[in-house]
């Protein structure tokens, strides 16, 4: 099967993950966004890998759902403290730092 | 005569040892300071003597010392070397000589001011840097010297510097001489450009081959720096306003040594005058107008010490007017500057104890008949008086007598000037000694006039003594023998007028100066108050000759008009183009900042917009 | 080939749906709608490592970690999607469209070559073959990530840990403020009630009868009271008394 509609796919996901961070004001949904535009990425490499014939790509895509895990880890800690702090997990009530 | 020659360094070095003493000292030198000051010159003096009969006796052989290599970089190198010729002994002996007596002065005239050791320090200094300028063997150390006195002399013109007229005369004197500075600093460089090298020996060897233009260039150069330091037209205007100073100060350095500064630096530098006609008439022409419009101010004025200032410009005008003449006149110009230093000394210092009789007063309208309240003073006074107009058989006599010679020789109309000049001197003279000592009181309540203490009249008598007796240094042709080392021998001409005529014609003038003075003096009663209803001349001689409105228009006026617009380009052109550009950064940036939000979704929407943006110029150049 | 097209339109709507939902926990169960169907994704692309990865990491332990999160934080104003940025959302929509459309047209143009596969590069199974590159080629990678995910856990403690700024109060200090609080305000210094046994099932939200057959307020949490999800004891009541009713009729009446 030709791996452009796998491509177009990603890249709507993308779009629409994109979408959703610039849209959403809840922190954590704004993460699953960015969980989703990740993803999305991940569906072309494993594409590419099957296009080329070869595992680089998977192995890249292995290595983005790593860095992703340790990601969310460090993002929901912080959105956590945030939130302990300022009783809100709207992004934009963090918004101190400006002119 | 080696022994001599090490020595010569101390000439210079105990003076100024003497004053970094007495200046770093501070108070604690208060009590034996003006003792110290004293014996200093008078050591120096002590040594000048003994250099001299040294240089006598070892045949005209000048005496050098090199002290130490001052400059050396590349091709470029100056040696400290002390020279004492002919030239230089008569100047030492001089400055040290009239010097010490000035300081043995000093020592009553200011008994009575606190700051009476500063007052010798400054003194001393004068003298360390008058020494260093006249045995100095190269154009780069006479400069030093040059400059000392400069300092000296703006010290000692301001020393009551809470007088705003002294502050401003010592400013005055200052900025004027850094005029004639510019001049010699020129000179200076010039001959280091062309002949490789400043000291005396080296600049007399390149002239023998430089070009007419270079000669004249130097010669007018040299003639700006000794202008401003011997107050010549046009740089004249400082020398009345530093009579601000302390009468010594104006003996000292005012008529007896550093305005003659600039005779010294003409005459020392005859090889370069030897090689250009349009400077050493330009020398000649402004020694003749200095003469006649020092005797025109010395007319008009009622401040004795001006008066007598005026004088001073007078007779430096007589020796750049033989200096210039050249060889027929050097002789006759160190010698009238040696006769004058003796007896212009003297007067000034007759002054001051005049002034100090009189609580300080100079006005010559509130004097008179001090004859009898101050005899030794009107007595050594009298004597000075009889030399500065040429009282046949006196200093003045001999030397001015010579130097109208020479100008007649010269040329005729120089001749006349010089011979009006005479004129006026002695109608001067007469009219100070007249307001002075002769006519009736015209004194101020609370005034009552004595004679000086012995400190002060003591100098007074050797100096009238050498006033007198100062002609002796002609005898034989004595001074132009001992000169002619040094300024080459006097070509003969063929004399315009005899001798003996001239003589006769100068005392004529003289005597017709003293009559004119004496039928003025006598008949009109002298009032207190300076009459207002007199002739134009008069006016504008009390004006000094408009010399400080000429001044002002041309340079000063002009000058501040020039600072005032450069001050409003500065004001509106710099600073508005800088403030502008700062104020456009300014406000450019706290619009700018505006796009900080601080919302992470509104810069994240921008960076979105930018990889938009990135994509499509991709895709744009992959399908173009 | 027929897993793509069925997946597909799902997942795009799943992810609008995430991206449009009100409740952060509708978000999250599109969100996982969208990881399980990609790793199906995977499968069919010959990569079942991925895949197992994909459903154990994604759908198991980080969605797990985002729901977890969601109950902490709870409730938010920040759920509405009433836009506070003048602008903001016009502009993010438009924007997204053209990234969209620009990418997919970029993808259009793009002429792909024969697809290669997977067959040869996984002949001993795609396990093994993912190990043999990441052991070989990307080791030195590898290494640093678990650098990474160290640095990362240890981050999130420091991150969570709550400094006390006061000392800990003993059983004592409790029992002595308790008994302060009774004695100026009287509040009741015992333990709260718990909440009612009167119930058909394993639930917190029946309130506990008090001795007149009144329900307890204290028995129940404040947050469920709010909700509006306690239970209504005299409703309750109604019924059981009509269940008995029945029983004591089907067994003949009146014998209590």
Same mark, same amino acid.
């Given at each position: 099967m030709s791996p452009t509609p796998f491509l177009v796919l990603s890249a709507l996901l993308f779009s629409i993950g994109t979408l959703g961070v610039l849209v959403r004001r809840n922190a954590i949904v704004v993460f699953m966004c960015v969980e989703l535009m990740l993803n999305a990425s991940n569906l072309a490499f494993v594409t590419f890998a099957r296009q080329h014939g070869n595992l680089d790509g998977q192995i890249a895509a292995f290595f983005v759902m790593v860095v992703a895990a340790a990601e969310v880890v460090v993002g929901l800690a912080i959105i956590m403290t945030i939130f302990r702090t300022r009783r809100s997990a709207s992004v934009d009530d963090a918004s101190l730092l400006k002119y | 005569m080696d022994s001599i020659s090490s020595l010569l360094a101390l000439i210079i070095a105990i003076p100024a040892a003497s004053a970094a003493v007495l200046l770093v000292g501070?108070? !604690?030198?208060?009590? !034996?300071g003006h003792v110290l000051g004293t014996l200093a010159p008078i050591a120096s003096f002590v040594i000048a003597v003994l250099a001299f009969l040294d240089l006598q006796a070892g045949g005209g052989e000048p005496l050098q010392q090199h002290l130490f290599t001052w400059i050396d970089v590349n091709s470029f190198q100056v040696d400290f070397d002390l020279l004492f010729d002919q030239l230089s002994a008569l100047f030492v002996l001089l400055i040290t000589g009239v010097g010490s007596l000035i300081h043995v002065y000093s020592i009553g005239y200011m008994a009575a001011d606190p700051r009476r050791r500063r007052f010798f320090g400054y003194l001393n200094l004068f003298v360390a840097a008058m020494l260093t300028l006249v045995l100095a063997d190269d154009y780069l150390a006479v400069f030093l010297g040059w400059e000392g006195v400069g300092l000296a002399s703006y010290l000692l013109i301001g020393f009551w510097q809470y007088k705003d007229s002294a502050a401003v005369a010592a400013k005055k004197a200052f900025v004027v001489n850094r005029v004639g500075d510019v001049g010699m600093a020129l000179a200076i460089m010039l001959m280091f450009a062309s002949f490789g090298s400043t000291s005396f020996a080296g600049v007399a060897e390149g002239m023998e081959s430089a070009s007419a233009a270079l000669a004249t260039a130097l010669g007018l150069l040299l003639l700006l720096g000794a202008a401003g330091k011997s107050a010549q037209?046009?740089?004249?205007?400082w020398l009345l306003d530093?009579?601000?100073?302390p009468t010594p100060v104006s003996a000292l350095i005012h008529a007896a040594t550093m305005v003659t500064a600039g005779v010294y630096l003409v005459t020392r530098s005859h090889f370069v005058y030897a090689e250009t006609e349009v400077a050493q008439t330009a020398v000649v022409i402004v020694g003749l107008v200095t003469l006649l419009w020092g005797a025109v101010i010395g007319c008009a004025k009622d401040d004795i010490k001006k008066a007598l200032a005026g004088s001073t410009m007078s007779q430096i005008g007589y020796m750049m007017l033989a200096a210039g003449i050249g060889p027929a006149g050097y002789a006759f110009a160190i010698f009238h500057l040696l006769t004058h230093g003796f007896f212009k000394a003297n007067l000034f210092l007759g002054a001051g104890s005049v002034m100090h009789a009189m609580n300080d007063d100079v006005n010559m309208r509130r004097y008179g008949a001090l004859r009898a309240a101050l005899p030794i003073t009107f007595i050594t006074f009298a004597c000075g008086y009889l030399a500065i107009i040429g009282f046949p058989g006196l200093a003045g006599f001999w030397s001015k007598d010579r130097i109208i010679e020479a100008a007649f020789n010269e040329n005729v109309y120089i001749g006349v000037g010089a011979l009006i000049g005479a004129g006026i001197t002695a109608f001067y003279m007469t009219r100070l000694m007249i307001m002075t000592f002769l006519s009736e009181k015209r004194w101020q309540r609370d005034v009552h006039p004595h004679e000086s203490p012995l400190v002060m009249t003591a100098p007074l008598v050797v100096l009238a003594a050498g006033s007198v007796v100062g002609g002796a240094l002609l005898l034989n042709n004595w001074i132009v023998e001992w000169l002619e080392p040094v300024v080459g021998v006097e070509e003969h001409h063929e004399a315009l007028l005899s001798p003996l005529l001239i003589t006769l014609l100068v005392l004529a003038m003289v005597a017709a100066g003293i009559v004119v003075a004496f039928l003025i003096y006598r008949r009109d009663k002298i009032s207190p108050e300076a009459p207002t209803r007199v002739s134009l001349l008069t006016r504008a001689a009390r004006a000094d000759l408009y010399g400080d409105a000429v001044n002002e228009a041309a340079f000063m006026r002009p000058g501040q008009q020039l600072t005032r617009s450069l001050v409003q380009v500065d004001n509106r052109g710099v600073d508005g183009a800088v403030n502008g550009l700062a104020a456009l950064v300014g406000g450019t940036s706290g619009r700018v900042r505006r796009w900080q939000t601080g919302f992470v979704r509104t810069y994240a929407l921008s960076m979105l917009a930018g990889s938009a943006l990135l994509v499509l110029g991709l895709l744009a150049v992959r399908l173009a | 080939m027929i897993a793509f097209w069925i997946l597909a339109p799902l997942m795009v709507v799943c992810a609008l749906g995430m991206v449009v939902s009100r409740k952060a926990v509708h978000s999250a169960l599109m969100l996982a709608v969208v990881m399980v169907s990609l790793a199906i994704l995977y499968a069919a692309q010959d990569a079942p490592f991925l895949f197992a990865v994909q459903i154990i990491v994604y759908t198991g332990a980080v969605l797990m970690l985002f729901l977890f999160v969601l109950m902490l934080v709870g409730v938010d104003a920040s759920d509405s999607l009433v836009e506070t940025l003048r602008g903001q959302r016009l502009l993010a929509i438009a924007v997204g469209l053209l990234f969209a459309i620009v990418l997919v047209a970029g993808l259009a143009q793009v002429t792909v070559g024969a697809v290669v596969g997977l067959d040869e590069a996984n002949i001993d199974g795609n396990v093994p073959g993912v190990a043999r590159l990441l052991f070989s080629n990307y080791v030195f990678a590898f290494e640093v990530t678990s650098a990474l995910l160290i640095t990362a856990a240890v981050g999130a403690m420091v991150l969570a840990h709550r400094e006390r700024l006061s000392a800990k109060p003993t059983q004592r200090d409790m029992a002595l403020q308790r008994m302060r609080d009774y004695a100026d305000r009287g509040v009741h210094p015992g333990p709260l009630p718990g909440p009612g046994t009167f119930a058909r099932h394993n639930s917190v939200d029946t309130p506990a009868l008090l001795p007149d057959g009144t329900p307890s307020?204290?028995?129940?949490s404040r947050v469920m009271r709010a909700r509006g999800t306690v239970r209504d004891v005299e409703a309750d009541r109604a019924a059981i008394a009509r269940v008995d009713d029945e029983t004591n009729v089907l067994r003949g009446g009146g014998d209590r």
């Open positions: - | 501070g108070r !604690w030198t208060d009590r !034996w037209v046009p740089l004249q205007s530093a009579m601000e100073g | 307020e204290l028995s129940i």
